[in-house]
């Protein structure tokens, strides 16, 4: 009797992990993205950088981007997977920079420490859409 109800409550864990939800997820990942206070001086070439307001900064945050010839349709319609399966974006698959999209852009980077619907470097790096830059070999 104690086997069966045991395999009755496995087999719902089980399933419970198992489904998908229908809402907007909550994100517990802890790495973050770099924040300047300034625009870089001399940022490296091909780079691109945007700037938020920021209250809790009383002041303007810098940080760095995809630059927009990167974000064509394919580009987008990744991120929007990558945030759907993070729980994050309900919408359609439509390679789109909507507001859903950029609602979810916020709400993954916000718990990353960026409250900004602009998409950040760091951000598309940590969701697997750019890859990381090698390190120098010395």
Known sequence: MIRITALITAGALFLTA????????TIT??????LHRTRPANPPPDTCWASQTAPQTDGDIWFQTPCPDALDTDFINTLQRALKARGLYDGEI???LGTGTRKAIRTYQ????????VLALDAARQLGLIAYPRPDKA
């Not at 198992?18 to 997820?25: F, Y």
């Not at 916000?110 to 619907?117: E, I, M, P, R, T």
């Open 29 to 34: 990942q802890t790495e973050t993205i770099t």
């Open 94 to 96: 439509d390679g789109t």
């Open 110 to 117: 916000a718990a990353h420490g960026l409250d900004s619907d």
């Open 18 to 25: 198992c489904q998908t939800g229908t809402g907007v997820g």
